[in-house]
């Protein structure tokens, strides 16, 4: 098939953007979306052009380290991650615009990349549990139930790309602090932090420049692990009883 | 430009977006109850203009003699102007908060049902504001009649009498109609807004009813409010 990409490119950091259009041939349906960037790069290269700078890392879907915005959507038009978004989704002719994702807390590095340690942050603010060290214990020495444990692992599966920053109409990143939130307070090992954790990472995540919540819900439509909207309500609901708690 | 730094030292929950949304979902609670309120009193109309005078009396008498004559509306009253600017600070505040959050926007955006809803509920509220100042000066403040076939002697002290005069004309119809359709939008998706800002939408069940609600009470307020006037224009009440 053949393509027309709208493309962010931007030199640097202070360097000013601007959208430049490629026009992209004999693109297979059975590529995924990066390779089809790679395809568009070897040409850019062999033009002697300076070829787009984008994220990618594992391209199986489960780092969190690519990410798009496309044609409106964060991660493109079916609920994966951007490297596991097919070529076959997309019609022979269609005009696609690619840009970074869009957020003060996400600062612009090049062309495609941001800067997402703004994430790292947050977690390094509470995301964690006090373990000691040596031999692992023994796991059936604490009790989860299964509800909770369930929970907690649909929770853990929020990879951190930043997609529901970028697809929130206030650039807020709630769904990613409430995945954290809820995936380390719903088992045991994550009870003697609980109330300082919810409050360190949303001070942080104040701290950096992310906008408030307003439950549109836009987030969980554009998380690829399909996070839910639900875990908000566990991180205000935690926020509440920090409050009550005196923090 | 965001800080590439971590915060040092201990936090509190009180300086928080999320704290300000907990602010912004009991006050919004507040006013869902007395809306709903307000809305029953209104229907007194259906029962004559001396019902909806007596109503009005009774509101003013309530819990006296402990209180003095209207002290409970009074407080009343002021703790309503209170959340009012509570809740009027906290969403201005957010709403800064997040348009800084994307100084550069995007080129495409999909018509993300997100966008139109922060939108709805920020400008809507801004218009809730401004019906808010027209209607207290029109009912409560001034007791203003825009209906020229009523004198100022026919209608007296009656407030009953001033809204049947009011909805009588088209215009002052039509300003409610719009207001109340703005009231609803924000309680449609105020209500279930705040059920989960409060942290009460754990589990399907009570996110299915939170929606629910959120779709009842806004159901219930558009037309409990705009019955009155409605049948008024029609003639149906005099």
């Known amino acids: ?247 | 430009m965001a800080t590439p730094t971590l915060l040092q030292g201990e936090q509190t929950a009180r300086r928080t977006t999320v704290f300000m949304k907990i602010l912004m979902a009991s006050t919004g609670a507040l006013f869902v109850f007395y809306v709903l309120m307000h809305m029953y009193g209104n229907l007194k109309i259906f029962f004559g203009y001396q019902a909806f005078d007596e109503y009005a009396e009774h509101l003013r008498e309530m819990l006296t003699p402990i209180l003095p004559h209207t002290g409970f509306l009074w407080l009343f009253r002021v703790l309503l102007i209170l959340s009012l600017f509570v809740h009027a600070y906290a969403a201005f505040t957010l709403w800064s908060r997040a348009n800084g959050a994307r100084p550069q926007r995007y080129a495409v955006k999909s018509a993300a049902k997100g966008a139109a809803r922060s939108k709805m509920m920020r400008w809507g509220g801004v218009a809730l504001l401004a019906f808010l100042v027209f209607h207290l000066v029109q009912f409560t403040i001034a007791k203003v009649n825009f209906n020229g076939n009523f004198t100022a002697a026919q209608l007296g002290d009656s407030t009953g009498k001033l809204v049947i005069a009011s909805f009588q004309l088209w215009w002052v119809v039509l300003i409610y109609v719009v207001a109340m359709v703005a009231l609803g939008m924000h309680l449609f998706h105020g209500v279930w807004s705040g059920a989960q800002t409060l942290g009460l939408t754990d589990s399907a069940a009570s996110r299915r009813l939170a929606h629910a609600t959120a779709h009842v009470v806004a159901g219930v307020v558009v037309i409990g409010f705009l019955l009155p006037p409605l049948a008024i224009l029609f003639g149906l009440v005099k």
């Open chain 1, 1 to 247: 098939m053949n393509l027309t990409l709208n493309i962010w490119r931007q030199d640097g950091p202070e360097a000013p953007g601007r959208m430049v259009t490629y026009q992209l041939a004999d693109v297979s349906g059975d590529m995924s979306f990066l390779e089809m960037l790679d395809v568009l790069n070897e040409s850019l290269i062999t033009k002697g052009e300076e070829p787009i700078a984008f994220d990618s890392d594992c391209r199986e879907g489960i780092c969190g380290m690519c990410g798009l915005m496309i044609s409106g959507n964060a991660h493109g038009p079916v609920t994966t991650t951007t490297c596991q978004l097919h070529m076959r989704e997309f019609h022979d002719g269609d005009s696609i615009t690619i840009e970074p994702w869009r957020a003060d807390a996400f600062p612009m590095i090049k062309d495609l990349v941001v800067d997402r340690s703004s994430f790292d942050r947050i977690i390094q603010a509470g995301g964690f549990i006090s373990a000691n060290t040596g031999s692992a214990p023994e796991a059936h020495s604490v009790p989860v139930e299964k509800r909770k444990a369930d929970r907690a692992f649909e929770a853990a599966a929020c990879i951190g790309c930043g997609a529901c920053v970028a697809a929130c109409p206030n650039a807020s990143a709630m769904l990613f602090m409430g995945a954290k939130v809820t995936h380390l307070g719903e088992l045991p090992q994550g009870q003697p932090e609980r109330y300082a954790r919810v409050v360190k990472m949303v001070a942080q995540h104040d701290h950096e420049g992310f906008g408030g919540c307003t439950n549109t819900g836009a987030c969980a439509d554009a998380c690829p692990k399909e996070i839910p909207l639900d875990v908000i309500n566990t991180l205000n609901r935690d926020l509440r009883g920090a409050l009550g708690r005196g923090r």
